[in-house]
């Protein structure tokens, strides 16, 4: 019989990141970053994402130029940056042990090549962190988020250069030597193996910069790159504080085979060695053999320092991270029914419900997830993002969300079966705890929050702060540390 409780010391609470919630772009010394230059897109085909995370050095070029966030909606967030207390208040209400958020590399580093820190990015995160730490919340950090500074992403085409890696073990290393009295949980790169589905987003590279032919090469150069950075941070961080835990952070794309057909599960099993890839990494510290194959069969080749396998094999991390929203199916079918996940396109699964944005709700595929990871890797787990969008309704003043409750209850139990069954989940923080600019579109009308945000995707509204009926159901799971989910 499943334990109707999680362990005791249970990390429970919500995870947020600074481009979809701050605002401020422009205050204070804030550099400009590649999601300031993200633009709302209304009516998108959620099965095309090539088209709609696509960018131009001329859009770029606009972008700059508009000194408004009018087409903009992450330059404008949620006003975290001025309502960070009365955010992290109702946090700490829920009941939060810890929240997940990032700190904007061009907050601390405009352009990203500055020699020294800017001062009021630094004071701001450590005044945010100091309110933490009074409310009893513990912050889990994510270094990169999806903020790279966008002057580098023209100067070099982001992390496809080298030196790259010299600008954010230096950004990194202030962090941990400004903030070693308020964190000790860090994250290196946010769903790093996301730099194949949106490669300016993740990694600041536009294709139009790359030679011609050579556009997915300089991708895994890339990847390279933020990988041998994610080994450096990691050895700076437990030098500069031996109490720090580092933890890689990767997209869980659990796909299954459509049908027992050989070729279906052929297909399925490269998916999920493809997907484990950026973990192995991380936490095992090497390219896997069949990659490499891979890659060699393709013709890539990576550039490597001869130091670089040594490094990645020494750094390993301490945890291992991850986002789950859906799962996906496979089949060599060429003609079998696609449907949208979490910035990626599989095979439609006849098994499972959808959102309204079309991802397929799994909360077994959860506990999967969590098994084969934890037999895979052997290092604790922590899952940083989960949660549905949803339209919610606001009616006379309170918003009913039975959905979302039902969706988490699910998700939490599955939870509950992995660990009684030995998987070591520490924590568990849910995307996202108050409603945000989404990631991909820029919508606010895509809400996730058990606390809703008075704002349109247009930017109108009182940007007022409403508990949503989850909120209350939240706090009690959190306050019962996962009994109440029994009744």
Not at 168 to 190: D, G, M, Q, S
Not at 203 to 224: F, M
């Amino acid at each position: 019989m499943t334990n109707s409780v999680f362990p005791e010391n249970f990390l429970w609470g919500g995870a947020i990141a600074a481009n979809q919630v701050e605002g401020g772009w422009n205050l204070d010394g804030k550099g400009l970053s590649v999601a300031d230059i993200a633009t709302f897109k209304p009516n998108v085909d959620v099965k095309n994402f090539a088209a709609h995370m696509d960018v131009s050095v001329a859009a770029v070029q606009e972008a700059i130029a508009d000194e408004t966030d009018t087409i903009y909606p992450k330059r404008r967030g949620i006003d975290f940056y001025h309502r960070y207390k009365e955010d992290l208040a109702l946090f700490a209400e829920m009941g939060f042990k810890v929240l997940r958020l990032s700190i904007a590399w061009t907050r601390l580093f405009p352009t990203g090549e500055e020699s020294e820190p800017n001062e009021a990015g630094v004071a701001f995160y450590r005044d945010v962190f100091k309110e933490m730490k009074r409310l009893g919340i513990q912050p889990i950090v994510t270094l990169s988020h999806y903020e790279m500074p966008l002057a580098l992403s023209l100067k070099h085409n982001g992390w496809v250069d080298r030196s790259v890696i010299d600008d954010f073990v230096r950004f990194a290393t202030i962090c941990f030597e400004e903030y070693k009295e308020y964190v000790t949980y860090w994250l290196t790169f946010n769903e790093i193996d996301s730099i194949h589905r949106h490669p300016f987003t993740t990694a600041g590279i536009i294709p139009e910069q790359s030679a011609s032919g050579e556009a997915e090469q300089d991708i895994y150069q890339a990847l390279h790159h933020q990988f041998v950075a994610s080994a450096l941070v990691t050895k700076a961080a437990h030098e500069i504080n031996p109490d720090n835990q580092v933890g890689c952070m990767m997209t869980k794309l659990m796909t299954y085979p459509l049908t027992c057909d050989p070729l279906d599960v052929e297909l399925t099993l490269k998916k999920n060695l493809e997907n484990d890839f950026y973990a192995d990494v991380q936490v095992k510290g090497a390219y896997p053999r069949l990659i490499e194959r891979d890659l060699e069969k393709r013709g890539i080749h990576i550039e490597m320092a001869n130091e670089d396998r040594a490094i990645l094999k020494k750094h390993t991390v301490d945890f291992l991270s991850f986002s789950y929203y859906m799962s996906m199916a496979e089949s060599g079918d060429p003609n079998a029914e696609r449907t949208p996940g979490n910035t990626v396109l599989g095979v439609k699964n006849p098994n499972l419900p959808s959102t309204e944005w079309g991802w397929q709700i799994d909360p077994k595929g959860l506990k999967i997830s969590l098994i084969e990871l934890y037999d895979r890797y052997q290092v604790p787990l922590m899952i940083v993002e989960n949660g549905m969008g949803a339209v919610d309704v606001l009616e006379n003043g309170h918003i009913h969300d039975p959905y979302r409750m039902d969706y988490f209850k699910a998700h939490f139990q599955q939870m509950q079966e992995a660990i009684d069954e030995g998987v070591d989940l520490i924590g568990y923080t849910s995307w996202a705890p108050i409603d945000l600019v989404s990631a991909g579109t820029s919508q606010v009308s895509k809400r996730y929050g058990f606390i809703y945000v008075d704002a349109d995707d247009e930017g109108n509204g009182t940007y007022d702060r409403i508990k949503k009926d989850s909120f209350e159901w939240y706090k009690e799971v959190i306050a019962t540390n996962g009994a109440s989910l029994a009744e």
